[in-house]
């Protein structure tokens, strides 16, 4: 008895389904990466139009190393992790913190770039009572003081959580850092964190550094490892591929650091 047609393409039908489905992740993840970055100097940032940044030539490098093909695209901080959080497929950003919150929705490589501690900036009529505190933790515990903080980005896990404890009054704006230095210079906030990357980068070329002052405390957190991060979709294998890329590049710069103000 000949089986009916129908029949027959519903069961050849399943053993292409099936196969289909096993091959979907590898077809996924062979397609082009997105990578975003957000403007943050001198890390990566765009200077008359052109691409600058010594993390973001170190990605590259990594990417390229890797054989992977990927698009770099600029977008503020918060989209990047709504982009992640939403499962945006093939998508994967450059320069970001290891914190608990982040992993349930991004996987993450290896260190890309390890920072030095943050430093206080600290505005010129705050500036006697910001040395008067011997630490610190006191520092952040004086309700007579404002602290400037860039809403959508991470200090570092121990940083942040110092800051939602702080007695200081808090001003949180969705800024980039040299907005929130021109508030400080004009005496709007008291006192803001700061990379030490980013501070040597802008020195030279933002006003509200020079009228700000430079204080240090020694129980500030060390600074923290910067990861490339990439969705939950993107196959272990390109993740693996990423991290042995890494080593390579970071092997190549032998472990230097980028000189401040680098614009590479």
């Not at 290891?98 to 430093?119: I, M």
Request: hydrophobic share 50%; with cysteine; aromatic share 6%.
């Amino acid at each position: 008895m000949k089986r009916p047609i129908t029949a027959w393409f519903t069961l050849a039908a399943a053993p292409a389904a099936a196969l289909a489905a096993a091959l979907a992740p590898a077809f996924a993840a062979a397609a082009p990466l997105t990578v975003a970055w957000r403007d943050k100097a001198p890390y990566h940032h765009t200077e008359n139009g052109v691409e600058r940044g010594f993390l973001l030539a170190r990605a590259k490098a990594v990417f390229a190393g890797a054989g992977i093909e990927a698009q770099f695209v600029m977008e503020p901080a918060k989209r990047i992790w709504a982009n992640l959080d939403n499962g945006t497929p093939n998508y994967c950003s450059i320069g970001w913190y290891r914190l608990p919150g982040r992993e349930r929705v991004a996987q993450y490589s290896k260190p890309l770039h390890t920072d030095l501690p943050h430093t206080i900036l600290v505005a010129p009529g705050a500036a006697a009572r910001v040395r008067a505190h011997p630490t610190l933790r006191a520092l952040l515990a004086d309700p007579g003081l404002t602290l400037g903080v860039v809403d959508g980005v991470s200090y570092g896990a121990r940083l942040d959580a110092l800051i939602a404890a702080s007695g200081n009054r808090i001003d949180r704006r969705t800024v980039i850092p040299t907005r929130m230095m021109r508030m400080l210079a004009a005496g709007r906030v008291s006192f803001m964190f700061i990379d030490r990357e980013d501070l040597a980068y802008l020195s030279g070329r933002e006003p509200g550094v020079r009228e700000a002052l430079r204080h240090d405390f020694a129980d500030m957190p060390a600074g923290l490892a910067r990861h490339l991060v990439c969705g939950k979709d993107v196959a272990p294998a390109l993740m693996e591929r990423i991290d042995k890329a890494i080593d390579k590049v970071r092997a190549a710069a032998d472990g230097a650091r980028a000189p401040a103000g680098a614009g590479t």
